[in-house]
């Protein structure tokens, strides 16, 4: 009465238990496992007759229906418990479809009790039980190999059924005809130790998943603080070449107004010196702007920034921008080609279009040889939504695949390339086809050019 009294309480309070871990981490095993304890509370309660005495005393054909029932299922039982401890449906998906067919096999014998054919049945059930001891002790051995927490527990609790389930099933079968004076015992000591080895390597693996989910976290809070020191390295680091070009500017102004008027002052001072006083003006000129376009971007990047969006012919931003460049790089011809189906209006911020157009013509003539032609198109594109289309094309060395997603990414440069720069025009582009609603793309390979494609809407569907 002891062991009986030991069996269903540890069987039960296991089967709880793995439901309140079920409850807990919320893995679909475990309460695969409740339910698998809760069977197997059920099929004690009936082998050992507390179903015919105390549940259904005059009802016989009941118990003994309910008694070759478990017998059917006990084996589908121990497969159902098994696949999920050793994981077989990821590390062996062969014998997991084998393991499942069986499961089908000892469901589907149940439906064949009531023909009353259980005489027949019963000798396979009970083979099939000592097979599945022998298939979940080697899937569990091959679990341990492979290293998987618990999995040496779900071995030693597979193989506690290798000498009941074989005892049994050689007085099931017809010659081995025998009484086993502790067969009951036998099998209730065996279900306790099976049930507590399962037990402690569902622990063990609860705490490796314990431990995983540590880690996660750790990594995951760890990726938090870093894109937060990242973040607040950014905003620093803006705000301090905000500051630096600020304070730049005004003397560049007055340094540029001083070489001009120097150079006019040394006239006749020689070609030497002149040549000199135009290099330096030309790099003073080339950082003005480069602090020009840092706060242009920085104006864009603002929460609150809005561009003036107007009504405005297409081709207007266009010969703007030809015309400044024409400006600073008077030797260089740039081809213009405009559609003739182009609306008469469209709503822009011809001011920051211009800009942005003049960046990629700058771009252009910077990384193209000096007799390459250079194209600035504008077309109209109906396909799907409607975009104006400006595109330039230039007929440089190109840029590798693997570059161009990051080209518009600010003070990102094409890798091995001399020119001089900072990687902030083609960033402030990007900006400005994002606050008009549309997108920039490049389209390029070594060796055959480039083509930057700034497409926006004739009305504006994003302001940043």
Request: proline share 5%.
């Amino acid at each position: 009465l002891l062991l009986v009294g030991l069996t269903l309480g540890l069987v039960g309070t296991i089967a709880l238990l793995n439901l309140l871990t079920w409850v807990t981490i919320r893995e679909p095993k475990y309460l695969i496992f409740s339910l698998s304890g809760l069977y197997l509370f059920e099929a004690l309660v009936t082998f050992l007759g507390f179903t015919a005495q105390h549940i259904f005393p005059d009802a016989p054909l009941i118990v003994d229906l309910l008694h070759n029932i478990n017998v059917c299922l006990m084996p589908a039982w121990l497969l159902i418990a098994m696949r999920q401890a050793i994981a077989t449906p990821t590390h062996h998906p062969r014998l997991d479809r084998w393991m499942l067919w069986a499961i089908a096999a000892c469901i589907l014998a149940v439906f064949s009790l009531p023909f009353g054919t259980f005489g027949r049945i019963a000798p396979f059930m009970h083979i099939a039980l000592l097979l599945t001891v022998f298939v979940t002790a080697w899937a569990a051995w091959q679990a341990y190999r492979r290293g998987q927490p618990g999995s040496l527990s779900f071995l030693a609790g597979a193989l506690c059924f290798l000498l009941p389930a074989s005892l049994t099933t050689l007085r099931a079968l017809a010659g081995f005809p025998f009484t086993l004076r502790w067969q009951e015992e036998t099998w209730m000591l065996n279900i306790v130790l099976f049930s507590v080895l399962m037990y402690l390597g569902l622990m063990l693996d609860v705490l490796a998943i314990r431990e995983k989910q540590l880690l996660t976290e750790r990594d995951g809070q760890h990726n938090i603080d870093m894109a937060n020191q990242e973040r607040r390295l950014r905003d620093e680091q803006t705000v301090f070449f905000s500051f630096v070009a600020h304070e730049l500017r005004n003397p560049l102004g007055v340094i540029i107004s001083g070489l001009a008027n120097l150079r006019i002052g040394l006239a006749g001072a020689g070609t030497e010196v002149n040549e000199r006083i135009a290099r330096i003006a030309w790099s003073a000129t080339h950082l003005r702007e480069v602090i020009d376009r840092h706060l242009r971007l920085q104006r864009l990047a603002s929460a609150d920034f809005e561009p003036d969006i107007t009504d405005c012919s297409p081709q207007f931003p266009a010969l703007q921008a030809l015309e400044m460049i024409g400006q600073s790089r008077p030797e260089r011809h740039i081809e213009y080609i405009s559609a003739g189906n182009l609306p008469e209006q469209v709503m822009l911020d011809s001011e920051l279009v211009t800009l942005a157009l003049a960046n990629l013509l700058d771009n252009a003539i910077k990384y193209s040889p000096g007799d390459a032609c250079i194209q600035l198109s504008i077309t109209r594109s109906i396909a799907g939504p409607e975009r104006i289309v400006y595109r330039v094309t230039d007929h440089g060395p190109g840029i590798p695949a693997d570059e161009q997603a990051q080209l518009f990414r600010i003070f990102t440069r094409q890798h091995g390339n001399a020119k001089a720069g900072f990687g902030i025009g083609l960033a402030l582009v990007a900006n400005i086809a994002l606050h008009h609603g549309g997108e920039i793309r490049c389209d390029s390979a070594p060796g055959a050019g480039s083509t930057f494609t700034m497409s926006i809407p004739p009305q504006p569907g994003c302001h940043g």
